[in-house]
Structure formats: structure tokens, C-alpha cells
T-cell receptor
Framework: DTEVTQTPKHLVMGMTNKKSLKCEQH?????MYWYKQKAKKPPELMFV???????INESVPSRFSPECPNSSLLNLHLHALQPEDSALYLCASSQGQGGWETQYFGPGTRLLVL | GQQVMQIPQYQHVQEGEDFTTYCNSS?????IQWYKQRPGGHPVFLIQ?????EVKKQKRLTFQFGEAKKNSSLHITATQTTDVGTYFCAGRPSGGSYIPTFGRGTSLIVHP
């Protein structure tokens, strides 16, 4: 199984809503990532978890709150988002955290903030 | 900060023509990875290059890593409509962050 799954596929939320994005992998990978991708742009790294601990936070606003409940799951909690936060949110995983690792991306959640 | 420049941003070709995208870094890279993202899809890993001057082939795709490990290219021979998508390089600077930096991508449009 080389699949990373993400739910929901699409999400529309208002600026006062609280929602969560979910990501799951069963490849035994110990590193998981959240990326944000705007149209016609490359993925932009947000967070990295290694062995269930947050190892990188790329100065992401606190309205995005990541959580790694176990080695297979990664959540991204959203609160008080802005319209400019509308984007494709990609989860990825890799065997380890090293730069030699292949990242496996999920299909993403397309988020629209109204 | 570390940047990986990728050109061109867009490339239109007729089916059967060749295509090349280039990535350049101002600093030496430990390795470089290439990903393909189909329209409406997500990035999918294609290959990783590690050694200076390395060349790898996957069917019609040829990947090269420069001798100085500062540049890389992806060449597609005789493009097909299935090659449509955006190709990203992701380079990891030597002695820098262990997380690769993505280039801006090259969008390939193939006209039948």
C-alpha cells in the first residue's frame, strides 16, 4: 500500500468556522508533512512531523494548528481562516525525515474560505 | 534563502515534439528530485538524482544532474498527450535544510 489518503476532498468554510483536515498513511512512514499549494504555484511547506513530534513549523499563522495523534494520522485544524487561505492542502509522508527520502503525496483537500 | 530556479514556466508543444525543463541552483545540491503533477492532481515522485553528472532514464524521460550539482534537467522525447502536467524539481542544498526546496514548476501543454 503506497497510498496517502486525505479527507475531505473539498471543503467550503466561513471565516468563523472551525474545521479539520485529515491525512492517513499505512506505509509505516515516520515523517509526515503539510503543504499548501496555490494555483499554478509549487507546494509550499507548512509543517513537518517526525516520529509524531513537530520538527518544522515554517512560520505558519496560528489559525492553522497541526496534530499528529499517532504515526499513521495527521490532522490540520483550521480556525478563523481568511479568504487568502483558500488553496489545495496536501499531505505527504516519507520513510524518514532525511532529504533523501521520497515524499508520497495525498490527493489533497481543496479548501475555499468565504 | 535557498532558491531553485526552474524554466520555462510554460511550454506548448505539438504531440511528437521533444520537451525539456531546467532547474538551477546558486548553491550545490546534495540531491534533486523530480515530481509530476497532472491537472487537478497531486505531485507524484518520478526520480531522484544524487551523483555528479548522473543520468537516469525512464522510457522517454531522461534526467540529468550537472557535474557541479547545481543544475538538473528533464527531457521528454516524442511527447504524448499523457505527458501533460506540471513538472517540479525539488533540490536539497548541501549542508542546509533536509527538506527539499521546490522549483516553481514547468507546465507542459501537448497539442494533438
Amino acid at each position: 500500500d503506497t497510498e496517502v489518503t486525505q479527507t475531505p476532498k473539498h471543503l467550503v468554510m466561513g471565516m468563523t468556522n472551525k474545521k479539520s483536515l485529515k491525512c492517513e498513511q499505512h506505509m509505516g512512514h515516520r515523517a509526515m508533512y503539510w503543504y499548501k499549494q496555490k494555483a499554478k504555484k509549487p507546494p509550499e511547506l507548512m509543517f513537518v512531523y517526525s516520529y509524531e513530534k513537530l520538527s518544522i513549523n515554517e512560520s505558519v499563522p496560528s489559525r492553522f494548528s497541526p496534530e499528529c495523534p499517532n504515526s499513521s494520522l495527521l490532522n490540520l485544524h483550521l480556525h478563523a481562516l481568511q479568504p487568502e487561505d483558500s488553496a489545495l492542502y496536501l499531505c505527504a509522508s516519507s520513510q524518514g525525515q532525511g532529504g533523501w527520502e521520497t515524499q508520497y503525496f495525498g490527493p489533497g483537500t481543496r479548501l475555499l474560505v468565504l | 534563502g535557498q532558491q531553485v530556479m526552474q524554466i520555462p514556466q510554460y511550454q506548448h508543444v505539438q504531440e511528437g515534439e521533444d520537451f525539456t525543463t531546467y532547474c538551477n541552483s546558486s548553491t550545490t545540491l546534495s540531491n534533486i528530485q523530480w515530481y509530476k503533477q497532472r491537472p487537478g492532481g497531486h505531485p507524484v515522485f518520478l526520480i531522484q538524482l544524487v551523483k555528479s553528472g548522473e543520468v537516469k532514464k525512464q522510457k522517454r524521460l531522461t534526467f540529468q544532474f550537472g557535474e557541479a550539482k547545481k543544475n538538473s534537467s528533464l527531457h521528454i522525447t516524442a511527447t504524448q498527450t499523457t505527458d501533460v502536467g506540471t513538472y517540479f524539481c525539488a533540490g536539497r542544498p548541501s549542508g542546509g535544510s533536509y527538506i527539499p526546496t521546490f522549483g516553481r514548476g514547468t507546465s507542459l501543454i501537448v497539442h494533438p
